[in-house]
């Protein structure tokens, strides 16, 4: 692997793990490593910070001076938006095979890149000074895109704007929002200091702010898995760094596998990436 310093995980329809690294980015097949760089590859810059993949297409990087394309032979740098604003403010990616991607960036700028290079505004009306933390489209196909200062649903092309103030949510901070692979509708929320919230289809809410009594403040990253559970992991100040569950049964879970430093190969307790392979 091309660094320790690993910022994201993506799994491709072959079961390959892509790892974005500080020094380029890497595949992991099960048994070997593949490493490409500004050296042996068409990346333009070798700090991947966020890594993504489309279905039946390819891989998507982000990196500190473009969003770059990976179909397996060749590569495409997109420097620049239809506005000529440099793409190196992107916080969030979210693949929609098989048309392109959607991104938003820490100046709450939300559009879409088509394969053919051209880009979509979704006019996203949040405050530039909270920046999007993540973007995602939900079972019905609508953007969802969070913030720091609660989260937007697009329908019909108008944005409606939920926070702690006019929906169950305890706080307006959301620093990542990821939707159940399984198909259910459910999308959660990691929440600044206040632990997981989970939006179901029928609008009805959950908030988890504890594991057995263990607070959830210090959630530093969560990963939803189809049919498998949900893994959750945290900073130093948590004791455990890793923790992985089962599916909720009657929003009752059953978070039987820790694993920290002291009881597992871990080299350390604060996790930031996580994704569970079925």
């Not at 079961?15 to 048994?31: H, R, V």
């Not at 490593?33 to 050296?39: A, C, G, R």
């Not at 569950?245 to 604060?270: A, M, Q, T, V």
Request: no cysteine.
């Amino acid at each position: 692997i091309l660094s320790n310093h690993i910022y994201g995980l993506a799994k491709d329809e072959n079961n390959n793990i892509w790892i974005a690294t500080y020094y380029g980015l890497s595949k992991f097949d099960g048994t070997d490593f593949t490493n490409y760089d500004s050296s042996n590859s068409g990346l333009i810059n070798n700090h991947i910070k966020l890594v993504e993949f489309e279905k039946n297409k390819g891989v998507w990087v982000v990196t500190d001076s473009a969003l770059t394309f990976f179909d397996g032979i060749n590569w495409i740098n997109y420097r620049k938006d239809n506005e000529g604003n440099e793409l190196n403010k992107i916080t969030s990616i979210f693949p929609a095979s098989p048309n392109g991607i959607l991104y938003g960036t820490s100046d709450s700028k939300v559009k879409f890149l088509h394969h053919d290079g051209s880009f979509g505004d979704m006019q996203f009306p949040g405050n530039a000074y909270w920046g999007v933390t993540s973007v995602i489209y939900d079972v019905s196909n609508n953007v969802v895109v969070s913030d720091n200062d609660g989260f937007w649903t697009n329908k019909n092309n108008i944005w409606t704007h939920f926070d702690q103030y006019n929906s169950p949510l305890p706080i307006s901070s959301i620093y990542k929002m990821e939707i159940d692979p399984s198909g259910s509708g459910d999308i959660y929320f990691g929440l600044y200091q206040h632990g997981l919230a989970v939006l179901h289809l029928d609008d009805s809410w959950n908030i988890i702010p504890d594991i057995d009594g263990d607070d959830l403040n210090y959630l530093s990253e969560f990963f939803v898995g189809d049919k498998i559970g949900l893994g959750l992991a945290s900073d130093f100040r948590f004791r455990d760094g890793l923790v992985v569950g089962e599916h909720p049964s009657e929003w009752e879970y059953n978070f039987s596998d820790r694993y920290n430093i002291s009881k597992s190969p871990l080299h350390s307790n604060h996790v930031q990436s996580i994704k569970i392979i079925s």
